[in-house]
């Protein structure tokens, strides 16, 4: 919203410069966005004579002026064709150093001819109706004056950031700020007042409110005799300044008012409405209405509408309609000044996307006293500057005034609240300042009465915040929190997840941070069932319709997206949470991409790795095997390579490759393994308690042995029977190398393996761990026809 | 030479090379010792390689020859090191060039908006404030309802608010959390004050993107509740946390704002670390930068968690993740953070 600091030193006196007052409407009131000097941003631009105007010599569409602009010489300025100039005009002229928009004026050539200035539209220098025409001065003015200074543009314009008033209806206008402002800068308020006009019964009106809930308070009036013209300059430059396009009288004047005291007002032409009633009303559904600015609306019966005898003449609160617009010939016009329910505003005005200054201020809910305000103002300016003569009974149809709301306030809460003492005298002059009365005071507990304009004050902290605000809260002391000194806690599975990522970061992986929802295309490439999802009722596009109940669409599209910029052999990691109807957990995942399958092993290595460090004790299954690999995408995985870790009932993580039909659809080159972690049974069945294992000091024997077995004899099996052969000597056995190839049967591979033999209790002889393996040898050629090679 | 022979001596040369290599004082020293135990004709340990072609048993030769071997790679590559240490002018170690790039580990990287959140995690924390992080998922009572945020305010719009579509029998709404305050009620409800609590962690808004806006992003919910907690309290935490992110002393300057769940509201100013308050380009000529929305928890709110009426006061705020961290490190586009993008990553 835009403030004319004119305007509000109407009702306060203001000595303070643009960026002091700005800074304390900061501080106490509202934010300041900015502020613009009109006299400052008009700089460098003054009335320029037209000496003599010709043809462009070299460009069809410009002309060559001399114009005496104040100084000895004449300047000579290319003009555009837009501006028919003759001899003796007298217009704005830019000169070298003046601000138009971005663009700084200076002296430059323009097709060979030098243009020493330029001569400025309305809408280019933003002043009076802002249109693209060229504004003509009277010849009695001297050249050379600044344009400000003849137009009497010396205004500066606060902006103010709407969000920060959201609860404020009573402060979208100049009095309200004005009252707030006399406050801080403690000076007297004068706001003028309001004269009550005499009614006449020249013109049968009536109003009729069937829905008073959502119209608590209508007033209305007809007045004839009305001259309709433009309105007097200052009242258009004030409506310019504040961002108003100026109309006509009755037009500029209902918007005056709304900007002067905040009630927005509507006018309607009387003659255009059929009978003498206005009747707000429910709309009918499919009611149809084409508002001012000549747009078609359908209607439902959540829209409340001013109706005449037949038909919807205005959406209440937001736009008239363009039937009962006054235009040139209107000579009687009704007036309206109305409350209306915000709610009702807010979702006609998002149901048929008409946002205006009215319904800005209607959506907020004005209190009781607005209309009464606006109403006798208009009539005041209408009477004074559009002729016009009150011409029917004037009408308020309300409930009864509502009664006056009563706050108690305890000044031991102040205290306690805000953190300092303040005292009586300054709580009383906020207070009364701002309008609030204190009707009693008795043992430290005052009892306020709320002015009718206060609608957003409901409770003691609101009054708190009112003292607070104008005392001001840079006055308010820096004192250190106290308080029972309790040991803090973290949530477990955010916590472990963190330390999880970390721990895959070490190692080399990337964390990235993808989308919570994924769409159709991914539940099918993917093998996923959409019903089983949770799904955005207002998706912002059919690409994130679905809450993920898994990681992997997401890091497949990073993977994709990365390898496109040449990134090879990559491991991303994220932590986040998925979505299943009434289960929302998180998760570790992450995806590793190799040139071949070996990235399997690699996840594997990975996953058991973290286990290990966060003492968990998990069994490995494949997938294949598993009866609940109904709850796994298990169908994302190359069945030969895909394995769950479950200890007990839980499972606890998943891994696997990803199938090659999978990877093609995501255009993904190479192979990926993908693990997930279910952090709360990880976190669950993880602990920090280590047994400290004594340390074997004795010497220990390492031993090798190579076989070579038929493929489909698995790793796990060969252990088992080492396990199983070796008795309680063995201390460990390791698979150190994999071979298969041309060396060998190709339906054959060759394993190397390390063993490392020791005794509890004495040193075990090299003839003893020779004899054990011996043993393991023949028990491995029995069991799988392993054949040991030296 | 007896195969217990070789043993001992092979261990006896290990002895020999310890003591004469802690007793080298120049590079001399070290060929002496190189020439001592390798010479071709006379080198003690040549010699006993030299033995091993006698042994005849082939299990015996090839363990007693690994050993030997192994003992050889051990002495030579000492000498090496010692030579590198003495400055050998031979031919072999000049070449040894340290300009050569170094080999680069392959540590990898966490996101920078975690390396922000962590960082804010650990302040609070250090002051004695749990964390919590909740679900994303939420019903409308704890988004909005319970913190005066009534079904008419506008931010309950579809615009603003991802809805879910109803999975179950129930009257309330499923809502993606538009703030992470949504975790204010819940935690009220199982603890008792005094309560330090911040909750880091992803919300959502229903809003077009560019490169201010984001659907997805990150937000630290902070609050206080205890008996007497006030306004100058919470400058005091917001001063002292901000002092700490920003490694500076800093000062807080609150002013008006308004947050439904909150009053007073305000919009925390931080003094800018960029001109120490003076005015420059970051902070628009004015000195402050605009950091947080925060105020004093609202009457409605403890209402809502069953609070006793005037026992308690408190303040919240919130602190927007990837603004502090498009800050910290100057990122200008907030949609850099969810694409994924390697070349982005790679640099924190
Ligand atoms: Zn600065």
């Known amino acids: 919203m835009k403030l004319s600091l004119n305007w509000l030193k109407e009702f306060v006196e203001i000595n303070e410069t643009p960026e002091r007052i ?48 104040g100084e000895d010489n004449a300047r000579q300025i290319v003009f555009g064709g837009k501006a028919v100039l003759k001899a003796g005009d007298m217009i704005p002229v830019a000169l070298p150093g003046a601000h138009i928009g971005e663009i700084t004026i200076s002296e430059r050539k323009l097709r060979n001819e030098i243009s020493q200035g330029m001569c400025c539209l309305n809408s280019e220098i933003g002043i009076l109706d802002n249109e693209e025409k060229l504004h003509f001065f009277d010849n009695s003015v001297t050249t050379g004056t600044p344009i ?89 430059a004030r409506l310019v300044s504040v961002g108003v396009r100026p109309i006509n009288n009755v037009v500029d004047i209902t918007n005056y008012v709304m900007m002067e005291y905040g009630q927005p007002l509507h006018a309607f032409d009387f003659d255009k409405l059929n009978g003498n009633k206005i009747i707000v009303r429910r709309a009918k559904k499919d009611e149809l209405f084409v508002s001012l600015d000549n747009k078609n609306h359908k209607l439902d019966e959540n829209t409340l509408v001013i109706a005449d005898d037949n038909n919807p003449t205005a959406l209440a609160g937001i736009m008239g309609g363009l039937t009962s617009e006054i235009s040139d010939k209107t000579t009687t016009m009704a007036l309206e000044s109305a409350n209306f329910e915000p709610t009702i505003i807010r979702k006609a005005s998002s149901k048929q996307s008409l946002r205006t200054e009215a319904s800005t201020r209607h959506e907020k809910g004005l209190g009781f006293i607005f209309p009464e305000l606006g109403f006798w103002r208009a009539i005041e300016l209408l009477v004074e500057h559009a002729n016009a003569k009150v011409a029917s009974s004037i009408k308020n149809v309300n409930q009864g005034r509502p009664q006056k709301k009563e706050q108690s306030l305890s000044l031991e809460f102040i205290e306690r609240l805000i953190g300092m003492q303040i005292s009586r005298e300054k709580i009383n002059e906020i207070l009364t300042g701002l309008s609030f009365e204190i009707i009693n005071d008795q043992e430290g507990v005052l009892t306020i009465e709320v002015p009718d304009h206060r609608t957003d004050i409901s409770n003691e902290q609101d009054l708190i915040e009112e003292i607070a605000r104008m005392i001001g809260y840079d006055a308010i002391p820096v004192t250190p929190l106290l308080g029972l000194l309790e040991p803090s806690i973290r949530e477990k599975t955010t916590y472990i997840g963190e330390q999880l990522i970390h721990q895959l970061s070490a190692w080399g992986a990337r964390e990235v941070m993808n989308y919570s929802f994924y769409g159709t295309e991914d539940v099918e490439k993917l093998e996923l069932s959409e019903e089983k999802h949770i799904e955005i009722v207002n998706p912002m596009n059919p690409d994130q319709q679905y809450m993920r109940q898994t990681l992997l669409a997401g890091l497949l599209k990073s993977i994709k997206y990365n390898q496109d910029n040449q990134y090879k052999n990559i491991s991303l990691v994220e932590y986040g949470h998925v979505f299943f109807p009434n289960n929302e957990f998180s998760v570790v995942a ?25 003492n968990i ?45 999978i990877l093609d659809k995501y255009d993904i080159s190479g192979s990926i393994a993908f693990f997930t972690i279910h952090l709360p049974r990880f976190v669950e069945l993880s602990s920090k308690t280590t047994k400290f294992k004594k340390i074997n000091l004795l010497p220990k024997i390492d031993l090798d042995i190579s076989i070579e077995v038929t493929k489909e004899i698995n790793w796990n099996m060969i252990q088992a029977e080492i396990v199983k052969s070796a008795g309680k000597y063995l201390e460990s056995a390791e698979l150190f190398d994999v071979y298969e190839g041309d060396k060998i049967d190709e339906n054959k591979k060759s394993l190397g393996i390390r063993m490392f033999f020791q005794a509890k209790d004495r040193t075990l002889t090299m003839n003893e761990a020779e004899k054990i393996r011996t043993n393991i040898v023949d028990q491995l050629s029995k069991k799988f026809n392993a054949i040991h090679r030296f | 030479m007896s195969n217990q022979d070789m043993d001992t001596q092979l261990a006896s040369i290990q002895e020999e090379f310890k003591v004469k290599s802690s007793e080298v004082k120049s590079i001399t020293d070290v060929d002496a010792i190189n020439d001592y135990f390798f010479n071709r004709k006379k080198g003690k340990l040549t010699n006993v390689l030299r033995g091993l072609k006698s042994i005849k048993d082939p299990a015996e030769k090839k363990n007693l020859g690994k050993l030997a071997n192994e003992t050889k790679i051990e002495i030579l590559a000492k000498l090496d090191k010692l030579a590198l240490e003495y400055k050998s002018t031979t031919a072999k170690m000049s070449n040894f060039d340290v300009t050569l790039p170094g080999k680069t580990p392959s540590l990898g990287r966490i996101h920078p908006l975690r390396q922000v959140q962590e960082e804010l995690v650990d302040i609070f924390y250090s002051m004695g404030f749990s964390v919590h992080e909740g679900n994303e998922l939420e019903n409308e009572l704890y988004c909005f309802e319970y913190l005066n945020i009534p079904a008419t305010h506008p931010a309950r719009d579809l615009q603003d608010t991802f809805y879910v579509k109803k999975y179950q029998n129930s009257d309330i709404e499923e809502v993606l959390r538009t703030h992470t305050s949504n975790m204010q009620v819940r ?34 919910e902070g609050f206080v509740v205890d008996e ?65 929305g925060c105020g004093m928890i609202h009457p409605k709110v403890f209402e809502s968690a069953g609070y006793e009426a005037g026992k308690y006061t408190g303040f919240a705020f919130g602190i927007g993740i990837n603004r502090l961290a498009m800050l910290k490190y100057g990122i200008p586009d907030i949609r850099e953070f969810m694409k994924g993008d390697l070349r982005f990553l790679d640099q924190f």
């Not at chain 1, 959201?166 to 206008?173: C, E, G, I, K, Y």
């Not at chain 2, 005094?194 to 962690?201: F, K, S, T, Y």
């Not at chain 2, 229903?206 to 992003?217: C, G, K, L, R």
């Open chain 1, 22 to 69: 700005s800074e304390l409407i900061t501080m106490h009131i509202a934010e300041v966005e900015g502020f613009e000097n009109q006299a400052e941003s008009l700089k460098h631009i003054v009335v320029g004579k037209v000496l003599e105007a010709k043809r462009h010599p070299n460009a069809d569409n410009l002309n060559i002026g001399q114009f005496d602009v």
């Open chain 1, 148 to 236: 400000s200074e003849v137009l009497k543009l010396n205004d500066v314009i606060i902006e103010i950031d709407n969000k920060t008033l959201t609860h404020r209806s009573d402060l979208f206008n100049h009095v309200g700020f004005a009252r707030e402002i006399a406050v801080v800068l403690q000076k007297e308020l004068n706001i003028p007042a309001l004269l009550e006009a005499e009614q006449s019964d020249e013109i049968k009106f009536t109003v009729e409110v069937e829905d008073p809930k959502s119209c608590p308070r209508y007033m209305g009036v007809v007045l004839n005799n009305i001259k309709i013209k433009s309105s007097p300059d200052w009242m258009q």
């Open chain 1, 590 to 614: 992450g995806v590793i991409s190799l040139e071949d399958n070996s990235v399997f092993y690699k996840a594997k290595g990975l996953v058991e790795e973290l286990l290990i460090r966060h």
């Open chain 1, 617 to 661: 004790k998990v069994l490995l299954k494949p997938l294949e095997d598993s009866d609940e690999r109904e709850n796994t995408n298990y169908q994302v995985f190359n069945p030969a390579a895909d394995a769950i870790y479950t200890a007990g009932k839980s499972q606890i993580a998943t891994i696997g490759l990803i199938k090659q039909n």
């Open chain 2, 187 to 220: 935690i009220m409800e199982q603890q008792k004050p005094p309560l330090r609590i911040v909750v880091p962690g992803r919300v959502f808004r229903n809003e077009a993107i560019d490169a201010s806006h984001e659907h997805t992003f990150y937000q630290m």
């Open chain 2, 228 to 292: 007497d907690v006030s306004i100058s309290n919470l400058t005091y935490v917001l001063k002292e946390a901000m002092s700490k992110i920003l490694q500076q002393s800093v000062q807080i300057r609150l002013r008006p704002g308004y947050f439904p769940y909150v009053e007073p509201g305000f919009e925390a100013d931080c003094s800018c670390v960029n001109c120490d308050g003076k005015g420059c380009k970051t902070c628009k000529y004015t000195g402050w930068v605009e950091m947080l």
